[in-house]
């Protein structure tokens, strides 16, 4: 018998750790109670809101524009869910301290891989819901009531919302890895989101403030819009997510846990 | 000793640690670590043996001073350090929803571990550790027992140098205890091992260097036999066994030698205390002697002093007993 080969230095994969954190905290998130809240709470919300117009419409023979539908529902996301997103995205570090995160953070992964991993599946379960969902109202709007969507305004708006979305998101993500409670973190985010809302729409009107994208939500799923406007709204959202990011994770990286 | 600072495994250098400047954890600790060292960390509740763990492997932050594993400085994003240590908490927690076959997967991800890798070895770590019937079941219904077995085999699925092991017997009964105190002497003839726990029999029958933790100040660090050794070995107990007549008389006898400062007979157990200018050698054969004229048998003759326990205790009560002078360091006192 021959001896066995010396065994070769095992090659590691430096984003493999990274990808654990993604793909163990995205499963967790579809199946917390809070994420299939928001779901559920949006699609009977969006259901009979439809069946009301459809009926309106069919019934009364009333004109119903799918565009006000559209527009009403990707408004309510925004205002009416806002708190269910906060509590998702505020407890998806805070609540892991302690025992939980020696067993994760004691291994070979970063800080950094941690927080960039649970960022990433926590966008990925909010915009990937909301997409979804939003795509199912476009086209059930679209063959039950009067149709006068285009194709591309469609895309803007929900493009636009989506761009919201993953601003809170990242801020509560960045929240999360600050805060010590989850509680105190869901405050304090909802207070500032809040206050900053308001101090935007007290810019003047040449300014894209979310209160007035998301007030002209009806006009750009008609198709008519300003690109340049929708443009800049989306790398303002991209530049204060990225910037909520980099909060969150120089934070984290720097506290105990 | 390591001639230089890399060879060595760990090595802190005025480690301190305040939380949020209300408590202090941990001052001003300085510890090298060798390879193949098992180090036993003592030390009563509160003392600091968690928060210097933690502070080790990059979980906490030091408030000043340093870390430095395999020779280079560990911090929170030190992932390539911590790819070389196993580590089990306190009282490990799980995910929910997992069952040992997922969850160490998870932790060989966490690792970097590629799939050819990690899937033989998760499946050797559970057959290992006795856990292949309960491979498909939910961790979250585990005994003690069993979790500490689950986390054994995460530290090791990465096959470490080091091991950091937070009180690795608490919660187990005899028979767990036992394979878990044989398991850690095997893995001691390979790897560096640093063992926090309250039971100092587990530290003395597996370790061979101690550090000692009173109030977050490290008052030892050392060898083990050295930490022994700076017990007074006075205080001898012998188990005898004849007549009590005859037993009696002896006591009487060994009362009259200036060599022992008290001689205390309980039952058939005899307690010789010696005096400090006693030579023990002398004394304890003139002890023999007079057994043997007296015609009882000896049955065992051991030194109550060399106990590891009694040792700690000592130590941490002469500590307690400098007052103000604990301000110099021991060496200097």
């Known amino acids: 018998m021959e001896a066995?080969?010396?065994?070769?230095?095992?090659?590691?994969?430096?984003?493999?750790?990274?990808?654990?954190?993604?793909?163990?905290?995205?499963?967790?998130?579809?199946?917390?109670?809070?994420?299939?809240?928001?779901?559920?709470?949006?699609?009977?919300?969006?259901?009979?809101?439809?069946?009301?117009?459809?009926?309106?419409?069919?019934?009364?023979?009333?004109?119903?524009?799918?565009?006000?539908?559209?527009?009403?529902?990707?408004?309510?996301?925004?205002?009416?869910?806002?708190?269910?997103?906060?509590?998702?995205?505020?407890?998806?570090?805070?609540?892991?301290?302690?025992?939980?995160?020696?067993?994760?953070?004691?291994?070979?992964?970063?800080?950094?891989?941690?927080?960039?991993?649970?960022?990433?599946?926590?966008?990925?379960?909010?915009?990937g819901g909301f997409l979804l969902m939003g795509c199912l109202w476009l086209a059930a709007s679209y063959f039950l009531l009067h149709e006068d969507l285009s194709l591309d305004g469609a895309a803007v708006a929900l493009g636009t919302v989506a761009a919201l979305l993953a601003t809170v998101v990242s801020w509560g993500v960045a929240v999360s890895a600050i805060s010590n409670s989850s509680l105190l973190g869901v405050a304090f985010l909802w207070i500032c989101l809040y206050g900053a809302s308001s101090l935007l729409s007290l810019l003047p009107p040449r300014f894209a403030s979310p209160e007035r994208m998301l007030h002209s939500l009806p006009w750009v799923l008609r198709g008519s819009y300003d690109l340049a406007s929708h443009g800049r709204v989306l790398l303002w959202a991209v530049l204060a997510s990225c910037l909520a990011a980099g909060v969150g994770m120089w934070y984290f990286s720097r506290r105990d846990v | 000793?390591?001639?230089?600072?890399?060879?060595?495994?760990?090595?802190?250098?005025?480690?301190?640690?305040?939380?949020?400047?209300?408590?202090?954890?941990?001052?001003?600790?300085?510890?090298?670590?060798?390879?193949?060292?098992?180090?036993?960390?003592?030390?009563?509740?509160?003392?600091?043996?968690?928060?210097?763990?933690?502070?080790?492997?990059?979980?906490?932050?030091?408030?000043?001073?340093?870390?430095?594993?395999?020779?280079?400085?560990?911090?929170?994003?030190?992932?390539?350090?911590?790819?070389?240590?196993?580590?089990?908490?306190?009282?490990?927690?799980?995910?929910?929803?997992?069952?040992?076959?997922?969850?160490?997967?998870?932790?060989?991800?966490?690792?970097?571990?590629?799939?050819?890798?990690?899937?033989?070895?998760?499946?050797?770590?559970?057959?290992?550790?006795?856990?292949?019937?309960?491979?498909?079941?939910?961790?979250?219904?585990?005994?003690?027992?069993?979790?500490?077995?689950?986390?054994?085999?995460?530290?090791?699925?990465?096959?470490?140098?080091?091991?950091?092991?937070?009180?690795?017997?608490?919660?187990?009964?005899?028979?767990?205890?036992?394979?878990?105190?044989?398991?850690?002497?095997?893995?001691?003839?390979?790897?560096?091992?640093?063992?926090?726990?309250?039971?100092?029999?587990?530290?003395?029958?597996?370790?061979?260097?101690?550090?000692?933790l009173s109030r977050g100040q490290l008052i030892y660090c050392g060898s083990l036999q050295d930490l022994k050794g700076r017990m007074r070995r006075n205080h001898y107990e012998l188990d005898l066994d004849g007549e009590q007549k005859a037993i009696t008389k002896l006591v009487q006898a060994l009362k009259g030698m200036g060599d022992f400062k008290s001689v205390v007979l309980r039952q058939r157990r005899l307690e010789l205390h010696l005096t400090d200018e006693a030579v023990i050698a002398s004394a304890l054969a003139a002890a023999c002697q007079q057994i043997a004229e007296n015609k009882v048998t000896l049955v065992c003759m051991r030194s109550v002093g060399q106990q590891t326990e009694q040792a700690y205790l000592d130590l941490v009560e002469k500590e307690e007993s400098r007052g103000f002078a604990r301000i110099y360091h021991a060496d200097a006192a």
């Not at chain 2, 919660?171 to 003839?189: H, V, Y």
Request: glycine share 6%; hydrophobic share 45%; net charge positive.
């Open chain 1, 4 to 127: 066995s080969p010396s065994n070769p230095p095992v090659r590691i994969h430096r984003w493999l750790p990274y990808w654990a954190v993604f793909q163990a905290d995205l499963m967790q998130t579809l199946r917390s109670w809070v994420y299939r809240t928001w779901v559920l709470m949006s699609l009977v919300a969006a259901l009979g809101y439809l069946l009301y117009r459809v009926g309106a419409y069919r019934e009364a023979g009333i004109v119903q524009p799918a565009s006000d539908l559209i527009s009403d529902l990707l408004r309510w996301t925004i205002v009416g869910s806002i708190t269910l997103i906060i509590v998702l995205t505020v407890s998806c570090i805070s609540s892991e301290r302690g025992s939980m995160a020696d067993s994760i953070l004691s291994r070979g992964i970063s800080r950094y891989q941690y927080f960039l991993g649970k960022w990433h599946a926590r966008l990925t379960a909010v915009l």
């Open chain 2, 1 to 212: 000793m390591a001639e230089h600072s890399s060879d060595l495994i760990v090595e802190t250098y005025k480690l301190t640690k305040i939380y949020q400047n209300r408590q202090i954890a941990l001052n001003d600790v300085t510890l090298r670590l060798e390879p193949g060292c098992v180090l036993g960390l003592l030390g009563a509740n509160g003392a600091g043996k968690t928060t210097l763990l933690r502070l080790i492997i990059g979980l906490h932050r030091p408030s000043a001073g340093w870390v430095k594993v395999f020779g280079k400085r560990m911090t929170a994003n030190s992932a390539d350090l911590r790819r070389r240590i196993g580590y089990i908490p306190t009282n490990p927690q799980f995910p929910r929803g997992m069952t040992p076959i997922t969850y160490l997967d998870y932790m060989a991800r966490l690792f970097g571990l590629p799939s050819e890798v990690r899937k033989p070895r998760l499946a050797s770590l559970i057959r290992a550790v006795d856990l292949l019937s309960q491979a498909g079941q939910n961790i979250v219904g585990f005994s003690n027992g069993m979790t500490a077995r689950l986390a054994v085999a995460t530290s090791l699925i990465n096959e470490p140098d080091l091991l950091i092991w937070d009180e690795p017997t608490h919660g187990l009964d005899p028979e767990a205890r036992r394979s878990m105190l044989d398991l850690i002497k095997n893995l001691s003839r390979e790897k560096t091992l640093i063992l926090s726990s309250h039971n100092l029999s587990d530290i003395d029958e597996v370790c061979n260097h101690a550090a000692v």
